[in-house]
């Protein structure tokens, strides 16, 4: 496959340095803008696209825009925060999914965690990817890899934590890795 230079529509750059590495044979550059739009949409996809259809109006034109959206669903929280995680929490996000799964046990503290990627071609064509993992809440974080809710997301069939289990670990089996594997089949397919 030829080099592809593609550009993340995220402020966070812990997720442009963990596709790179999803994408054998990508470039990942963050998308240097201000004032994305805002994640209103009522679908990982929804929000993922207006993403990348937001890097395509204001950045280089000639890159792939890559927009990615992804969330956790609780059982506890009927399947939230969802499409809401960006900003459940502010400032301490794994605190307050602990809270809340306070004196809940067994089947409410499953979880899923969910990632869609679209991504838009220099010419325009749409290929995006989904990705799911199944697991369930630690009873307090532990581990030190990894960023977000890793620190108390323990992957089915695992006893420890996604941070624990290490950015190695998660290459491979993360709800991201998966999505990324969707999107690179989904663009194998296409050039078919």
């Given at each position: 496959?030829?080099?592809?230079?593609?550009?993340?529509?995220?402020?966070?750059p812990n997720k442009a340095r963990e596709l790179e590495r999803l994408l054998p044979g990508w470039t990942i550059e963050p998308?240097?803008?201000?004032?994305?739009?805002?994640?209103?949409?009522?679908?990982?996809?929804a929000n993922a696209r207006a993403k990348a259809?937001?890097?395509?109006?204001?950045?280089?034109?000639?890159r792939w825009m890559i927009g990615e959206d992804s969330g956790i669903e609780v059982e506890g929280l009927g399947g939230g925060p969802g499409i809401h995680t960006?900003?459940?929490?502010?400032?301490?996000?794994?605190?307050?999914?602990?809270r809340e799964l306070t004196g809940v046990e067994g089947e409410g503290r499953r979880v899923r965690y969910v990632s869609e990627l679209v991504a838009l071609s220099p010419e325009g064509s749409e290929v995006r990817g989904r990705g799911t993992l199944e697991g369930r809440i630690a009873p307090a974080p532990a581990g030190s890899e990894g960023f977000g809710y890793d620190?108390?997301?323990?992957?089915?069939?695992?006893?420890?934590?996604?941070?624990?289990?290490?950015?190695?670990?998660k290459q491979l089996h993360s709800?991201?890795?998966?999505a990324a594997e969707a999107l690179l089949e989904a663009l194998a397919g296409s050039a078919g």
């Open positions: 496959m030829d080099e592809r230079i593609g550009v993340l529509c995220s402020r966070n998308l240097a803008a201000d004032d994305y739009p805002p994640e209103d949409g009522d679908t990982y996809y259809v937001f890097g395509r109006e204001v950045g280089d034109r000639s960006a900003r459940f929490g502010a400032g301490d996000p794994v605190g307050r999914l602990l620190p108390i997301f323990i992957p089915e069939g695992e006893e420890r934590t996604v941070a624990q289990l290490g950015d190695d670990w709800h991201r890795a998966r």
